[in-house]
């Protein structure tokens, strides 16, 4: 899913205060991991993603992989901290701007 920029920065915005509610350490992207996320990303469709590994480029292919195997949309990542979005098809709570 793409995003336009001002739906981006639609997101950007609600995401501000959010807290990160889902850590990646060593661990990397376990079953467990994997299935918090998915339920956490189901539930409130814009979440924060802390990430506690080495270096940037290690980063940006968790990130990356994060996105592609849920179908979720990277909005923003500053630093070690992902927002991502995903509308949940069955009960959306957030309506992007059209334009």
């Given at each position: 899913m793409s995003l336009k920029e001002s739906q981006k920065k639609y997101l950007r915005s609600l995401g501000h205060h959010l807290k990160p509610v889902v850590t990646v350490a060593d661990g990397?992207?376990?079953?467990?991991?994997?299935?918090?996320?998915?339920?956490?990303?189901?539930?409130?469709?814009?979440?924060?993603?802390?990430?506690?590994?080495?270096?940037?480029?290690?980063?940006d292919d968790l990130v990356n992989e994060l996105c592609s195997r849920s179908g979720a949309t990277l909005v923003q990542r500053i630093g070690n901290v992902a927002l991502i979005y995903r509308a949940n098809p069955e009960q959306s709570k957030i309506r992007l701007p059209s334009a």
């Open positions: 990397g992207l376990s079953d467990a991991l994997m299935a918090e996320y998915e339920s956490t990303l189901n539930h409130h469709e814009l979440i924060k993603v802390k990430l506690r590994l080495g270096d940037r480029a290690q980063r």
